[in-house]
């Protein structure tokens, strides 16, 4: 079963482990979680407070999948001293959210129907410092994989990509197909006009050969319609 899943979705098989991919079911949960939250307190509708309490309640089981993944990844990982110092707090922040969401599911588990306004906006505090928590916890792990490579293998790039001016920059070739004509860049351009060298002054010295004769000729047919007539 993990063989066929791998063949469908080689970028998971390519994976270091698959915590990059359990950390994004917390993130939107509690950014929802506290989204409906403060729409219910607002508006004071119950289906708004009931979307966040199941969006929090998902959010910190995600929440917890997602450490328990990253610890095992942690344990596998090979990176130097500056992933490390990196690591431990991205690690630390992880956890911080962890704790948290489990104190605002408990909190929201058993003191809901007594929540009287001040309280409210206390626990709409707390949840919004936790996703500033979770914010540079996210950050954290991207600067470990996009600035220091953790987890990734790095493949050298044999030529850059610009999609900018949206144009072919591949460095490709370009060739001649028979019955399209032929694009003319400035290279070619030049070597048509001008060539370059011996060639250059061989192709210029028999184009002027050619129009001396062609001189010689009209002049010829000239004269020789004049005694005619």
Do not use: C
């Not at 359990?22 to 506290?34: R, S």
């Not at 987890?151 to 900018?164: I, L, N, T, Y």
């Amino acid at each position: 079963m993990l063989e066929l899943t791998y063949s469908i979705m080689p970028g998971v098989a390519a994976m270091a482990n698959i915590h990059p991919m359990l950390v994004h079911f917390p993130i939107a949960f509690l950014n929802g979680f506290l989204l409906m939250e403060v729409i219910g307190f607002i508006s004071k509708r119950d289906e708004f407070r009931a979307a966040a309490r199941w969006m929090l309640y998902l959010g910190t089981l995600g929440a917890l999948v997602a450490v328990v993944a990253g610890l095992r990844a942690e344990a596998t990982l090979s990176h130097n001293e500056a992933i490390h110092e990196v690591l431990t707090k991205h690690e630390g922040l992880g956890i911080t959210v962890l704790v948290l969401s489990i104190i605002l599911s408990v909190w929201r588990t058993f003191r809901e129907r007594r929540f009287k306004a001040p309280e409210r906006v206390l626990f709409m505090i707390v949840a919004a410092v936790m996703l500033g928590v979770m914010a540079f916890g996210a950050d954290m792990g991207g600067l470990m994989v996009y600035k220091h490579g953790a987890g990734v293998k790095a493949v050298p790039m044999a030529e850059e990509h610009d999609h900018a001016g949206g144009g072919d920059h591949h460095g490709a070739a370009l060739e001649a197909t028979p019955g399209k004509p032929q694009i003319t860049t400035e290279s070619t351009k030049t070597s048509a006009e001008g060539g370059s060298g011996v060639d250059g002054d061989s192709n210029s010295h028999h184009h002027q050969e050619g129009a001396a004769t062609t001189d010689q000729n009209v002049d010829g047919a000239h004269e020789h319609g004049l005694h005619e007539h």
